[in-house]
């Protein structure tokens, strides 16, 4: 195989709220966890069962980790891309430990918002941010709502067309 693709997609609750810490050359990084829960009915038994994963994650991105300190809260539903990355540490004991976390680098990742802000419905206000996209909430007029979207101009094409282009 030529390459290889390293991405996560996830969709969760926070399970605390973000902490930001700042490291030593002045960056900031953006931790919570996130918890995704796959359920479904036992076959033999017919009762409903459910798995919850918990997933760490770190936010190096400047622009989506302020999103995720001043919106994001403990319960929260997000939407997010991201890479595993595993470190290693030694823990207070002196045992060496691996972690892996989900990690939205400096220039990649996406974190969405999922939830609605003051119980409106998701096409009232857009809270996510695409770092590929580079702009706040919704940047494709594709992937605007229909209160979003500009009303077609008024009468025939040919009307609006401009006489005086020379080709």
């Known amino acids: 195989m030529a390459g290889s693709v390293n991405k996560v997609i996830l969709i969760g609750n926070l399970g605390r709220d973000p902490e930001v810490r700042t490291l030593p050359s002045g960056d900031r990084v953006v931790s919570f966890s996130v918890a995704t ?79 609605s802000k003051g119980g409106r419905s998701e096409g009232d206000y857009d809270s996510g941010y695409s770092q590929s996209g580079g702009s706040f909430g919704r940047s494709s007029p594709m992937e605007r709502g229909p209160t979003e979207r500009r009303p077609a101009p008024a009468g025939k094409l040919s009307d609006q067309l401009d006489d005086d282009i020379p080709f």
């Open 37 to 115: 829960t796959e359920s479904w009915r036992d076959k033999n038994t017919g009762e409903r069962k459910d798995r919850t994963e918990w997933h760490n994650v770190s936010i190096f991105n400047e622009n989506l980790g302020k999103i995720a300190e001043q919106y994001c809260r403990k319960g929260s539903k997000i939407y997010l891309e991201g890479q595993l990355q595993t470190r290693e540490y030694t823990d207070k004991d002196g045992n060496q430990r691996k972690a892996t976390d989900v990690v939205l680098q400096r220039f990649r990742g996406e974190l969405t918002l999922l939830d």
